[in-house]
């Protein structure tokens, strides 16, 4: 039986038994499934009441997410996910500073999950934010760490950018985020060329409900 039958199987929350029994890539064959479901209208859903007396007994998510702040992109919903299943970290711009790197660093080494999916959005209003070259409060410091992501399509595009060339600068921020978490993370470099992780890129389309991996 493959692990998303057997994840469908569950009665209650994951167990770490089964968190341990997955691979890295049944982790994100994992999470495909459930966008899948999503996009189907076919959710799965399981009992509350076992799902909370499993999350009573601790946790063993086997994904995390770092996604941004949308409300059009509610992470658990869009993955068919119930309690305990992931962990998720969203800021705008779903970008890294060091506290993010910390809670990704925690997720994998400290509480057994299996990937890290970096998920970037289509109409990204942070990424907007940053082409527009915004300057505001702590929105500065903010979007400068997404800055990177869009400097060479701004130069190509000029000041008034599409919808596509904003999804380009998306894609080129989601990128960039996994290059950096590699670059700034030694226990997580280690982890993905150990083969205990795999760090993945993905766009979520507010428009299709549909997740597209890098
Ligand atoms: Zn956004």
Redesign the pocket.
């Known amino acids: 039986m493959s692990q998303i039958d057997n994840y469908l199987q569950l009665q209650g929350a994951i167990t770490p038994e089964f968190q341990q029994s997955l691979s890295a890539s049944d982790a994100m064959d994992l999470l495909k499934a459930g966008n899948d479901r999503f996009v189907a209208e076919e959710p799965v859903k399981r009992e509350r009441q076992a799902l909370l007396n499993g999350a009573s007994n601790g946790q063993a998510p086997f994904a995390a997410v770092l996604g941004?702040?949308?409300s059009r992109?509610p992470i658990e919903e869009l993955f068919d996910a119930e309690i305990g299943d992931l962990f998720v970290a969203r800021v705008?711009?779903?970008t890294v500073n060091g506290d993010i790197l910390g809670s990704l660093e925690y997720a994998c080494k400290y509480a057994g999950s299996k990937a890290i999916l970096v998920l970037?959005?289509t109409?990204?209003?942070?990424?907007k934010g940053t082409y527009a070259q915004l300057e505001d409060g702590n929105l500065t410091g903010l979007l400068q760490r997404i800055e990177p992501a869009v400097t060479a399509i701004r130069s190509e595009v000029g000041d008034n950018p599409s919808d596509a060339a904003i999804d380009r600068c998306?894609a080129s921020n989601v990128d960039l985020v996994c290059d950096r978490i590699r670059k700034e993370s030694d226990i997580l470099r280690t982890m993905e060329a150990d083969g205990a992780i795999v760090i993945a890129g993905a766009i979520y389309d507010v428009a299709t409900g549909k997740v597209s991996y890098r």
């Open positions: 941004c702040i949308d992109a705008a711009g779903n970037g959005h109409q990204c209003g942070a990424v998306v």
